[in-house]
Nanobody
Framework: HVQLVESGGGSVQAGGSLRLSCAAS????????MGWFRQAPGKEREGVAG??????????YFADSVKSRFTISHDNAKNTLYLQMDSLRPEDTAIYYC??????????????????WGQGTQVTVS
């Protein structure tokens, strides 16, 4: 049973930074997909970024609006996923969810690769 626990959300002014963390446990795969999704008020959940935790794995940014501002990374030793968010904008305000899923067929995780979800953490940019 996979458990994902997010932390690091909060309130920040536009142009500021936040780092989200997600501690993962209980996965039977040695390498797997992990990612970040977000849901803004009144909008559907959207993928932000994904990473395949294998040493051969790669990173995908699902949302064009976060490219060059957000960085996803994973610490294999700590089984922890991170999302460094810089140059935050009010439109980044959302609940951010950590997600995990089985390994992809290639090096990259697609937006539909995820089947387990954390409880979410609120990010508010004003």
């Amino acid at each position: 049973h996979v458990q994902l626990v997010e932390s690091g959300g909060g309130s920040v002014q536009a142009g500021g930074s936040l780092r989200l963390s997600c501690a993962a446990s209980g996965y039977t795969y040695s390498s797997y997909c992990m990612g970040w999704f977000r849901q803004a008020p009144g909008k559907e959940r959207e993928g932000v970024a994904g990473i395949y935790t294998s040493t051969q794995g790669g990173v995908t940014y699902f949302a064009d609006s976060v490219k060059s501002r957000f960085t996803i990374s994973h610490d294999n030793a700590k089984n922890t996923l991170y999302l460094q968010m810089d140059s935050l904008r009010p439109e980044d305000t959302a609940i951010y969810y950590c997600a995990a899923g089985p390994p992809p067929f290639g090096r990259l995780c697609g937006v539909n690769n995820f089947s387990a979800w954390g409880q979410g953490t609120q990010v508010t940019v004003s």
